[in-house]
Nanobody
């Protein structure tokens, strides 16, 4: 079984910064793509940023220039550095990790989600 534990959310003033972390643990052979999503009240869950196992990154337009996604493959951990935060960045932030887990026949990929961490940006 694989679990994700997120941390780093909280209350921050507009213009401030936060660093979110998401650590995967359990039966993991390797991690593939990792990503951060967010869901504001009453809205759908949207992709914020993603990173491949090789380090290639993609960002939503709203995150470009302000957010940075990174990963530590040895720790199966993904980070999101968020700066110049705005009130509209307020949301629950979820991490998603695609992991290769062992099976009797070799392995299979699982898509695992974190429990979410609330980020509130005050004006």
């Amino acid at each position: 079984q694989v679990q994700l534990v997120e941390s780093g959310g909280g209350l921050v003033q507009a213009g401030g910064s936060l660093r979110l972390s998401c650590a995967a643990s359990g039966s993991i052979i390797s991690s593939n793509a990792m990503a951060w999503y967010r869901q504001a009240p009453g809205k759908q869950r949207d992709l914020v940023a993603s990173i491949t196992s090789g380090g290639s990154t993609k960002y939503a337009d709203s995150a470009k220039g302000r957010f940075t996604i990174s990963r530590d493959n040895a720790k199966n951990t993904v980070y999101l550095e968020a700066s110049s935060l705005k009130p509209e960045d307020t949301a629950v932030y979820y991490c998603r990790v695609d992991v290769l887990t062992p099976t009797i026949t070799g392995g299979r990929y699982l898509e695992v989600w974190g429990q979410g961490t609330l980020v509130t940006v005050s004006s």
